[in-house]
């Protein structure tokens, strides 16, 4: 049987892991901060003191952490890379972007060019990664397909191939741009709503089961109604990811999107960074 290590047990990391037991999967998990990982071990995952013993017994090993430095950290540092086996998989899942994804190319290939790399950035939150219904961008070697094929059945309910290793990172940038503009319609939307006098349930009835709204918006618009602002896609995250597609497109005509980012940027510095990425309403209402 393949055994999978999830290195990195965040709110990500921890609903891919689950999603993992739940198929059968033979896991194995690692965090920096072991607490994490003590219902993962309920569930049946070996729980491995360092990311050293996690690689050295896995024929899959599975980054998703914070960012670039956190990758390179885990895989150097921490002496992931060194322990693989030979011909193993690493399936780097963060968001790092290009520069990134680049990065930790560079380093398989100077310090271990006998494994797999594939990049393979996902998109979801914290739910969908629990359900194991995650949208893969995988990129990468073609004849590892198959070796990844139940593992990542079991933790998307979509994986779309596009090329070679650094094209998941570029499609993940391009998905989450989309996202953060959709994010940033409803929240702005309903904060000029409030401005106007207009309660947002008045917005919610009126834009209801429009052909404007996506499933997602609308999921969103009802947490925004109740207030509910606890993180599904925290908005330091996402500030995170527009900063790398701006980073990736060089190029200064992407002036809305920069608007965007210095809008969220003035949100996180004002404490609201922790909270799922809707709080922007909360963050453009009138004070007082």
């Known amino acids: 049987m393949t055994t999978t290590a999830f290195l990195g047990i ?8 689950t999603s993992a037991l739940r198929a059968g999967i033979s896991t194995i998990v690692w965090n920096r901060e072991p607490r994490a990982t003590k219902d993962l071990a309920e569930l049946g995952a070996d729980v491995a003191e360092t990311a050293t013993d996690a690689a050295r017994r896995a024929d899959i090993v599975v980054t998703m952490v914070t960012d670039a430095d956190a990758v390179i950290s885990v ?11 030979p011909n193993a998989i690493w399936a780097q899942m963060s968001t790092i972007g290009v520069a990134g994804i680049e990065r930790v190319a560079a380093l398989v290939d100077a310090e271990r060019a006998d494994v797999t790399l594939l990049d393979a950035p996902v998109s979801g939150s914290k739910v969908p990664a629990e359900q194991g219904q995650l949208t893969i961008f995988a990129s990468g070697p073609g004849e590892a397909r198959s070796r990844v094929a139940p593992l990542f059945e079991a933790l998307g309910r979509r994986t779309i191939w596009v090329g070679a290793v650094g094209d998941g990172s570029r499609l993940k940038l391009v998905n989450n741009t989309w996202l953060a503009f959709t ?7 309903l904060a000029l ?5 207009l309660q947002t349930e008045t917005v919610v009835d009126a834009l209801g089961g429009s052909s404007l709204v996506s499933p997602w918006q609308a999921a969103k618009l009802q947490r925004i109604a109740k207030d509910e602002y606890a993180p599904q896609f925290a908005l330091s995250l996402a500030l995170k990811d527009v900063h790398l597609a701006l980073q990736a497109a060089d190029d200064d005509r992407f002036a809305a999107l920069a608007s965007l980012a210095d809008e969220w940027q003035q949100a996180v510095d004002d404490g609201l960074g922790d909270q799922d990425l809707t709080v922007m309403t909360r963050a453009l209402e009138p004070e007082g």
Do not use: I, N, P
């Not at 895989?75 to 086996?85: K, N, P, T, V």
């Not at 709503?193 to 006098?197: C, E, S």
């Open 10 to 17: 965040g709110s990500m990391g921890h609903g891919m892991a």
């Open 75 to 85: 895989a150097r540092d921490q002496g992931m890379l060194a322990a693989l086996g």
């Open 183 to 189: 994010a940033e319609a409803v929240a702005s939307s």
């Open 193 to 197: 709503a409030r401005r106007l006098g």
